[in-house]
């Protein structure tokens, strides 16, 4: 089982909220909660252990994000391709990805983790400059890898019939 699955499998991703993620209204919205997070992190200096009520709903959106939103009445939009590959991503130790999409995810799921450890050690010493630099990084990273899990789909799709059918 991928480290990926695995974390799907914790937020508890079946296939109807697979389905409802691939709108892109839960793609792109979901781009708030670091954001949301890091200041409600942050808030801390201003309302003590007060802040745990702000993380605590920055924690519930980051996992009710993909559950909100109905299924999309097509999934041919960027976005929602970028969910599909994710999931074809995820099945690679069942179904192989060509060689060519092997290293790049890797490499920027270890740039996001990179841009993530930045994130937490400015928000430990309070750094402005180094918490946004790390929010940067983690979201460009992000892009990237959407973009390269749609390239994945669009690789993919005919190589099972399972993926065809995510496509409408």
């Keep these: 089982m991928t480290v990926e699955r695995k974390i799907a499998n914790t937020f508890h991703m079946d296939e109807e909220t697979w389905a409802r993620h691939a709108n892109p209204w839960s793609v792109w919205t979901r781009f ?29 959106w980051m996992w009710i994000n993909p559950r909100i939103f109905a299924k999309p009445q097509s999934t041919h939009h960027w976005a929602s391709k970028g969910v599909l590959g994710e999931r074809v991503w995820l099945n690679r130790d069942t179904v192989p ?8 995810p890797n490499v920027l799921s270890l740039v996001s983790v990179i841009g993530m450890v930045a994130v ?22 992000k892009l990237w890898f959407i973009d390269r899990m749609v390239w994945l789909y669009e690789d993919m799709k005919q190589a099972h019939s399972q993926y065809q059918s995510w496509l409408y």
Excluded: K, N
């Design 120 to 141: 937490v050690w400015g928000l430990v010493t309070l750094d402005g400059c180094l918490t946004p630099l790390g929010c940067a990084l983690v979201y460009l990273s």
């Design 32 to 60: 708030t909660v670091l954001p949301i997070l890091i200041l409600a992190i942050w808030s801390r200096v201003w309302l003590g252990w007060g802040s745990l009520a702000p993380i605590a709903i920055a924690l519930l």
């Design 97 to 104: 990805v060509p060689l060519h999409h092997q290293q790049v």
